[in-house]
Structure formats: structure tokens, C-alpha cells
């Protein structure tokens, strides 16, 4: 780990962001020290902490866990980490279904290769992967998140953009939710950090 990083200090930090964005009540347990060290080293570009984590920095991050471990807090508190060049946007899944019900299809292009007149596409976190449904535009049936993610795996591959998610959702619950290729290409396009799946629930 980079030793002039100093990991215990900056999730001190983090957590003073966490209270002045969610309230008093907002605590960093140190049960999930290890998921926040792995996020630190990744969003603060730390080589060699990403190496003993077998992290991939030329991926982006795939964070699981169950309902309420605070898996989007964090992805919210990660952005104050983030270089300006690898500054992400972190959109909820069931706002861009809602946003493909009044706007149709531009709205897949609007998540992957950007809009119209916008000359780079930008770096998403999907936060809550899973809890959108499957929806008709004009009685066309289409599965919003998966078509969105096909097209950011093509900008990944030839623009290296990178893509976060956050979900609920088990590997398997993806396949079955997004479909085989989804999967296979969640694995090149993201590293995978997941908390236990008995990991408290922050909300209760």
C-alpha cells in the first residue's frame, strides 16, 4: 500500500463528508474497512494497494452488497476522491427507466455514447442495478439497462470509458435479469467489490 496514503486518515475524512451529506447518524463501520480500502486505493489511483487487492485500474467498479449496506453512499462520497479526468455521475437505474417511458430510445443513447451534442460520452455509476423493469416504449418491449450496457462494453473497449454499478443483485440474478452477454461483459468492463451478504443494514 502507498505509505504516503494514509488510509485510517482518509476515512476519518470520508466519514465527515458522509455526516455533512447524510446527517449525524452516518457512520463508516469498521466491518467495511476493507470493501472502503479497496474503493480508496481504486478512485485514488494507489498501483500498488490495487495490485494486492487484484484490482484492475483500467476497469471500473462493480459494487454488491445487500438492501441498505451503504453501497451508494459510498459510491456518492467516492466522487470527492476522483481526479477531475475520471469524475463519474451517479444516476439511479429506475430514473433512467422513468426517462425512457416520457423520451424513448435517444435514451439509451443518451447513457452510452452521449448526447447529441455533447462531444464525449461521460462515466456513469448506475446505482441500484435491478431495480428497474423491463419497459414499453409505443408497445416495444426493451430491456433499458442491459442495451445501455452493451453499448458502454463497445465504448469500453475502443474509448476506454469507464462504467460503475451498483446493485443488489447476485451474478446470477444479473444473467437472469440482463442476459448472458450482459454478464460476460460485466466482468471485462468492471472489477468486482462485494460486501458480505449478511452486511447490515444502515438503514434500520
Avoid at 159 to 173: D, G, P, R
Amino acid at each position: 500500500m502507498n505509505t504516503t496514503l494514509s488510509y485510517p486518515e482518509i476515512i476519518a475524512w470520508l466519514e465527515k463528508k458522509g455526516v455533512e451529506l447524510y446527517g449525524k447518524k452516518f457512520k463508516i463501520l469498521e466491518t467495511d474497512h476493507e470493501i472502503i480500502y479497496k474503493l480508496i486505493a481504486y478512485f485514488l489511483k494507489d498501483e500498488q494497494a490495487c495490485y494486492q487487492f487484484n484490482i484492475d485500474l483500467e476497469k471500473g467498479i462493480l459494487l454488491t452488497g445487500p438492501i441498505g449496506c451503504g453501497k451508494t453512499s459510498l459510491m456518492n462520497l467516492m466522487k470527492f476522491l476522483t481526479a477531475t479526468e475520471h469524475k463519474f455521475f451517479v444516476k439511479p437505474c429506475r430514473d433512467i427507466s422513468f426517462e425512457f417511458i416520457q423520451d424513448g430510445y435517444q435514451i439509451i443513447h443518451k447513457y452510452s455514447n452521449g448526447k447529441l451534442y455533447q462531444s464525449e460520452p461521460r462515466s456513469y455509476c448506475f446505482d441500484d442495478l435491478g431495480t428497474e423493469n423491463n419497459l414499453k416504449y409505443f408497445g416495444n418491449e426493451c430491456n433499458v439497462m442491459a442495451e445501455i450496457l452493451l453499448s458502454r462494453y463497445d465504448l469500453f473497449i475502443s474509448k476506454k470509458l469507464f462504467t460503475h454499478i451498483t446493485t443488489n443483485l447476485s451474478a446470477t440474478e444479473i444473467e437472469k435479469h440482463y442476459g448472458n452477454r450482459v454478464r460476460s461483459r460485466l466482468r471485462e468492463l468492471c472489477n468486482l467489490i462485494a460486501f458480505d451478504n449478511v452486511a447490515k443494514d444502515k438503514r434500520k
